[in-house]
């Protein structure tokens, strides 16, 4: 009956406007699961002539959230603020901020930082950095990457010199940053920390992904899943077997180019007991012409290192510093001006892609 058929049409509508729906929302689901976590800086070049054309590697660089005591999160956009004015925004790498939620009804910095959704619970910080690992491949596919947090100053001009000199072709697989030693009872004796900062190849990013799709590496709750960078470690060190490392120290004397703590601490020697234990050391020779990375540093601290390198105004350092960090002990005349303007600056005015 014509009645009937015209009371069956709006039903057949609805339905199929309810399946589009709950279809669209399933989509932005399980899309979104990695996508909301990629925010690629759209000033940052993405297409730079690949290693094979031009011997310039393309570099990306992962800022992921610090969750440091002394690094206040209220500052989180601060500090990528500054990142983006200072050593992020020079157009030398693609910049990749993972960004961190305010969720008020949420405890622990590492859920509210990391924005670790209810559906990833189960796999904690590693889930986080595996979605974003997994979208930077797909997305920029790079030639090698950079993982750090978003405390710290890099010389991207260092990073690229490093990676084209002295680093195996990115298909090989590499994995370098600072090394620190873990339990001599341990089948291996050291892993990288990504906070001050993980270097790993094209082929590293894709075995990991590799891995992780066939349902190997993935760590169950625990510590892997709250210590990222620990399971990365555990995964590339099944990949290699042995101590398969690549050393970053500079010269002869193992000068550090990927420096836990930031320029006055690491010019003055001033280390804690914990980093002392995981570095089998007692002392620590200083320091590299070219280093690439210093930890701790906050985003005031940062931008003065930054635009000091670079001959920019400065005006006077920093009153207010993160954890970790100190002020020039020796007050303008401290050595520690001494290295980062006359040994780091003088070195950047090298042509990285000449």
Not at 290 to 299: A, C, G, K
Request: hydrophobic share 40%; net charge neutral.
């Amino acid at each position: 009956m014509p009645y009937l058929r015209t009371l069956k049409a709006p039903r057949t509508y609805l339905r199929a406007l309810v399946a589009t729906i709950v279809f669209a929302f399933i989509w932005w689901e399980t899309a979104s699961s990695s996508e909301f976590l990629l925010s690629v800086d759209p000033a940052a070049p993405s297409s730079v002539d690949p290693v094979e054309k031009s011997g310039a590697p393309r570099i990306a660089i992962v800022v992921l959230p610090g969750d440091v005591e002394g690094f206040s999160p209220a500052d989180r956009e601060k500090r990528l603020s500054a990142i983006a004015k200072g050593w992020g925004g020079r157009g030398l790498a693609t910049m990749i901020y993972v960004p961190c939620v305010s969720n008020p009804s949420r405890d622990g910095a590492f859920s509210l930082f990391w924005n670790v959704s209810p559906s990833r619970e189960s796999i904690g910080k590693f889930g986080v950095l595996r979605d974003v690992l997994q979208s930077v491949a797909r997305k920029v596919d790079p030639d090698f990457l950079l993982i750090i947090h978003d405390h710290a100053l890099v010389i991207t001009e260092n990073l690229l010199r490093f990676v084209k000199e002295e680093l195996p072709h990115p298909s090989e697989i590499v994995m370098t940053g600072s090394l620190l030693k873990i339990s001599l009872d341990q089948p291996r004796t050291w892993f990288v920390s990504e906070p001050a900062g993980m270097l790993i190849s094209r082929a590293t990013l894709h075995y990991l992904i590799g891995q992780w799709r066939e349902g190997k590496c993935i760590p169950e709750l625990g510590f892997f899943t709250e210590n990222p960078s620990h399971a990365l470690n555990e995964c590339f060190f099944h990949a290699k077997g042995g101590n398969p490392w690549t050393d970053s120290r500079e010269g002869p004397q193992g000068y550090e180019r990927f420096n836990v703590y930031g320029p006055v601490r690491t010019v003055h020697g001033d280390r804690d007991d914990w980093y002392k234990k995981y570095k089998n050391l007692t002392a620590e020779p200083c320091c590299a012409v070219r280093p690439i990375t210093f930890h701790y540093v906050d985003y005031q601290e940062g931008l003065y290192w930054d635009r000091l390198l670079h001959g920019l105004e400065t005006g006077p350092f920093p009153a207010e510093l993160g954890g970790y960090s100190m002020r020039p002990p020796g007050g303008s005349h401290d050595k520690v001006f001494t290295y980062m303007q006359g040994t780091v600056m003088s070195k950047l005015g090298y042509q990285v892609f000449s």
